[in-house]
Nanobody
Framework: QLQLVESGGGLVQPGGSLTLSCAVS????????IGWFRQAPGEEREGVAC????????IYSDSVKGRFAVSMDSAKHTVDLRMSDLKSEDTGTYYC?????????????????WGKGIQVTVSV
């Protein structure tokens, strides 16, 4: 059974860095794509990044490109989201998700399998 568990969230000052980790179990990272999504209170969910090992694809939303980096460790079954130069607008609940594809469409529409989410707050 596929399970996704996020960790690494917390409070960080503007301009700071934080790394989120998604522990993936029940599926092969050689087959599935993993995405990171976020949602701020009162806002729509936003696809932030996704990665698919099989095709070597990584995709980022324009709002985080150049500041966030997603990576996959197949041996550890984890997918990390390294976030730098954080801004207040990066605040939200971050979700790890899994599906068969990584493309701009799936970042817009969402994936089929979700973690419970973890809070990231960027504030002084």
């Amino acid at each position: 059974q596929l399970q996704l568990v996020e960790s690494g969230g917390g409070l960080v000052q503007p301009g700071g860095s934080l790394t989120l980790s998604c522990a993936v179990s029940g599926v092969s990272l050689d087959t599935f794509a993993i995405g990171w999504f976020r949602q701020a209170p009162g806002e729509e969910r936003e696809g932030v990044a996704c990665i698919r090992r099989r095709t070597g694809i990584t995709i980022y939303s324009d709002s985080v490109k150049g500041r966030f980096a997603v990576s996959m460790d197949s041996a550890k079954h984890t997918v990390d989201l390294r976030m730098s130069d954080l801004k207040s607008e990066d605040t939200g609940t971050y979700y790890c998700a899994a599906d068969f594809y990584c493309d701009h469409g799936i970042l817009r529409n969402g994936m089929d399998n979700w973690g419970k989410g973890i809070q990231v707050t960027v504030s002084v």
